[in-house]
């Protein structure tokens, strides 16, 4: 079975520091990996997706960036933390579509608490 | 363009009582795809259903129940004798079905279910 890991479970960091975030998946192969944040209270925000190694397109411009290094690793960063990257980072993984979209699964988030 | 509408933002109701959250959708194709999520207060997003916009079956799994309206463009869910542990935020999402899968969600309901 596929699973879905994420770390750290929660993370205080100063405005200005950097940032690394790592999330794997086993069980799967090639899949298409997803990062979210939710600020308090608030929905869910894509900010990037990829559907293979070294591909990264991003949907919102801010101050983090993906990379992909492996098929099932996926890793969010910062060179310098704001403020406002505090939230519920979530990862989340799906199988890429044939003819059938399918759905999402996710890891178990990252709480970032910018000070 | 794709849009998921969860009017309520936040529902409470008593024990055993049932509760239906609403999800409108906008989309200009005519394949996509819905989905509920449950967002309990650990976090983690879990997985509830699918459904494809070729299949207009109402779905029913335990307590759980999903009415897809296509003439209202609408995806209600449906809890019946409502449990504490049903207490969670609930997202309506949609896909139109690409090569990245993309998932838009809406902002979720807030389901409080009182003892």
């Known amino acids: 079975s596929q699973t879905i890991h994420q770390w750290p479970a929660t993370l205080v960091q100063p405005v200005g520091s950097p940032l690394s975030l790592e999330c794997t998946v086993e069980?799967?192969?090639?899949?298409?990996l997803y990062w979210y944040r939710q600020a308090a209270g608030r929905g869910l925000q894509l900010l990037f997706y990829?559907?293979?190694?070294?591909?990264i397109s991003s949907e919102v411009p801010q101050n983090l960036s993906a990379s992909r290094p492996q098929d099932r690793q996926f890793i969010l960063s910062s060179k310098k933390l704001l403020l406002s990257d505090s939230g519920f980072y979530l990862c989340?993984?799906?199988?890429?579509?044939?003819?059938?979209?399918?759905?999402?699964?996710f890891g178990p988030g990252t709480r970032l608490t910018v000070t | 363009a794709q849009k998921v509408t969860q009017a309520q933002t936040e529902i409470s109701v008593v024990e055993k009582e049932d509760v239906t959250l609403d999800c409108v959708y906008e989309?200009?194709?005519?394949?996509?795809?819905l989905f509920w999520y449950k967002q309990p207060p650990s976090g983690e997003l879990v997985f509830l259903i699918r459904?494809?916009?070729?299949?207009?079956q109402n779905e029913i799994s335990g307590r759980y129940s999903w009415n897809f309206q296509k003439s209202t463009s609408s995806f209600n869910f449906t809890i019946t004798a409502s449990q504490v542990v049903d207490s969670a935020v609930y997202f309506c999402?949609?896909?139109?079905?690409?090569?990245?899968?993309?998932?838009?969600f809406g902002k979720g309901t807030r389901l409080h279910i009182l003892p």
């Open positions: 989340a993984w799906s199988v890429p579509a044939t003819f059938l979209v399918y759905e999402q699964y």
């Open positions: 069980g799967t192969s090639n899949p298409n």
């Open positions: 990829s559907v293979g190694i070294g591909q």
């Open positions: 989309t200009r194709d005519t394949t996509y795809y």
């Open positions: 459904r494809n916009s070729f299949d207009e």
């Open positions: 999402a949609l896909s139109e079905g690409n090569r990245d899968d993309k998932i838009i």
